[in-house]
């Protein structure tokens, strides 16, 4: 197995808060900043995740820059729990799988109803509809097209041999083994854990295309599912053929508090279905990086570190980094104030959920064409 040592990760934590370099010290997760340079090289201009640090971390990731490189075919896992309304967390998972389909990887995209129904413990039918209605429209919303290369499925209503990995990746894990991945396990858990070893691993199989080369962007919090499909992958190496994938890491969105944004927690969260005006409101009670008093702040100078708005910018509202870099320097020089950065990221917030709204309302009616929902 993979290094195990170390703090135990809680996948279905909350609002669980993560000090991302535990990922490189005890679980072999390699800084994505060294790579930057080679993807320039094979992918042109860096998504501004990545070369904004945001994300951070990645195993094997230079595997598939070289496989793209050489004209491999190369394919994206990634997935979204239908738990909650979809907000600008999820929007991270959903600008990256964008960005690689754009590229021309074979993209899959899994809905996990089955395990927001049994360890979420919510009602199956809120499920698929908040899967369709919030977390496939607003993929389609932000751009993702439907091809032939682009795959979107539910855990409940996808094909044969996916189910029969589920049951053959049993066999081979013991109890003690995903404990020391992820803690204390109930039934409902190990269900979850063995099914997302699926999703991630089953492009590999020749049903699904057998691609060889799999990468799946993640938050930092998903880590164990990924050290459970490495595992599993050596162990059916002979018998399967598969190999272990490679997985990038992002940074966590930080909710208007200051924790960890979440759909449970509504009122420090923004969605990407809030009125525009709710959402200006909420962002300007966020908490900023700002001194004490103006005659501090012009004095010291703000810590756009710290300050959530800020942090939108870098994530979300500003594309251009030259304007970025001079917001943050006039926060750091003490020439910019919280209220009136406040109120330039509202209106960028505005138009920007305006303009995506609009795009929703259209994207909602081709749902059907992109997934088939389960029928119960």
């Given at each position: 197995?993979?290094?195990?040592?170390?703090?135990?990760?809680?996948?279905?934590?909350?609002?669980?808060?993560?000090?991302?370099?535990?990922?490189?010290?005890?679980?072999?997760?390699?800084?994505?900043?060294?790579?930057?340079?080679?993807?320039?090289?094979?992918?042109?201009?860096?998504?501004?995740?990545?070369?904004?640090?945001?994300?951070?971390?990645?195993?094997?990731?230079?595997?598939?820059?070289?496989?793209?490189?050489?004209?491999?075919?190369?394919?994206?896992?990634?997935?979204?729990?239908?738990?909650?309304?979809?907000?600008?967390?999820?929007?991270?998972?959903?600008?990256?799988?964008?960005?690689?389909?754009?590229?021309?990887?074979?993209?899959?995209?899994?809905?996990?109803?089955?395990?927001?129904?049994?360890?979420?413990?919510l009602p199956r039918e809120k499920v698929i509809e908040t899967g369709l209605y919030e977390y496939v429209a607003n993929l389609i919303a932000l751009g993702l097209e439907k091809n032939k290369h682009t795959h979107i499925y539910f855990q409940t209503n996808y094909e044969t041999p996916y189910y029969r990995l589920i049951q053959m990746f049993s066999r081979r894990v013991t109890m003690a083994e995903?404990?020391?991945?992820?803690?204390?396990?109930?039934?409902?858990?190990?269900?979850?854990?063995?099914?997302?070893?699926?999703?991630?691993?089953?492009?590999?199989?020749?049903?699904?295309?057998?691609?060889?080369?799999?990468?799946?962007?993640?938050?930092?919090?998903?880590?164990?599912?990924?050290?459970?499909?490495?595992?599993?992958?050596?162990?059916?190496?002979?018998?399967?053929?598969?190999?272990?994938?490679?997985?990038?890491?992002?940074?966590?969105?930080?909710?208007?508090?200051?924790?960890?944004?979440?759909?449970?927690?509504?009122?420090?969260?923004?969605?990407?279905?809030?009125?525009?005006?709710?959402?200006?409101?909420?962002?300007?009670?966020?908490?900023?990086?700002?001194?004490?008093?103006?005659?501090?702040?012009?004095?010291?100078?703000?810590?756009?570190?710290?300050?959530?708005?800020?942090?939108?910018?870098?994530?979300?509202?500003?594309?251009?980094?030259?304007?970025?870099?001079?917001?943050?320097?006039?926060?750091?020089?003490?020439?910019?104030?919280?209220?009136?950065?406040?109120?330039?990221?509202?209106?960028?917030?505005?138009?920007?959920?305006?303009?995506?709204?609009?795009?929703?309302?259209?994207?909602?009616?081709?749902?059907?064409?992109?997934?088939?929902?389960?029928?119960?």
């Amino acid at each position: 197995m993979e290094q195990q040592h170390g703090p135990v990760i809680d996948p279905w934590g909350t609002a669980v808060r993560l000090e991302y370099e535990k990922l490189f010290q005890y679980f072999g997760v390699k800084p994505f900043a060294e790579l930057l340079p080679r993807v320039r090289e094979a992918f042109g201009e860096p998504l501004h995740l990545m070369r904004r640090g945001v994300i951070f971390g990645h195993r094997d990731f230079d595997k598939i820059i070289e496989a793209y490189k050489s004209g491999e075919r190369v394919a994206l896992v990634t997935g979204f729990m239908p738990s909650g309304r979809f907000h600008f967390g999820h929007k991270m998972v959903a600008d990256q799988i964008i960005y690689y389909q754009r590229l021309g990887f074979e993209v899959f995209v899994v809905i996990a109803d089955a395990e927001a129904y049994a360890v979420r413990k919510l009602p199956r039918e809120k499920v698929i509809e908040t899967g369709l209605y919030e977390y496939v429209a607003n993929l389609i919303a932000l751009g993702l097209e439907k091809n032939k290369h682009t795959h979107i499925y539910f855990q409940t209503n996808y094909e044969t041999p996916y189910y029969r990995l589920i049951q053959m990746f049993s066999r081979r894990v013991t109890m003690a083994e995903m404990e020391a991945i992820y803690g204390k396990l109930e039934p409902a858990k190990v269900m979850a854990a063995l099914t997302q070893a699926a999703d991630i691993l089953h492009p590999q199989l020749e049903h699904f295309g057998g691609f060889r080369h799999v990468v799946v962007p993640v938050g930092a919090d998903q880590d164990p599912h990924l050290r459970l499909a490495r595992d599993i992958a050596d162990r059916f190496e002979h018998e399967l053929g598969l190999q272990r994938p490679a997985s990038t890491y992002h940074r966590f969105q930080t909710g208007l508090d200051g924790n960890k944004m979440s759909s449970s927690r509504p009122d420090y969260t923004i969605f990407l279905t809030d009125p525009p005006e709710v959402a200006a409101k909420k962002l300007m009670r966020a908490l900023t990086g700002g001194r004490a008093t103006v005659e501090e702040q012009r004095r010291l100078g703000g810590e756009p570190e710290k300050c959530t708005i800020y942090e939108f910018y870098v994530y979300h509202l500003i594309m251009d980094d030259k304007q970025l870099m001079k917001i943050y320097e006039d926060c750091r020089g003490g020439r910019l104030l919280c209220g009136e950065d406040k109120r330039y990221a509202a209106e960028l917030l505005t138009k920007f959920l305006e303009e995506h709204q609009r795009r929703l309302e259209k994207a909602k009616d081709k749902v059907l064409d992109y997934v088939e929902p389960p029928s119960f």
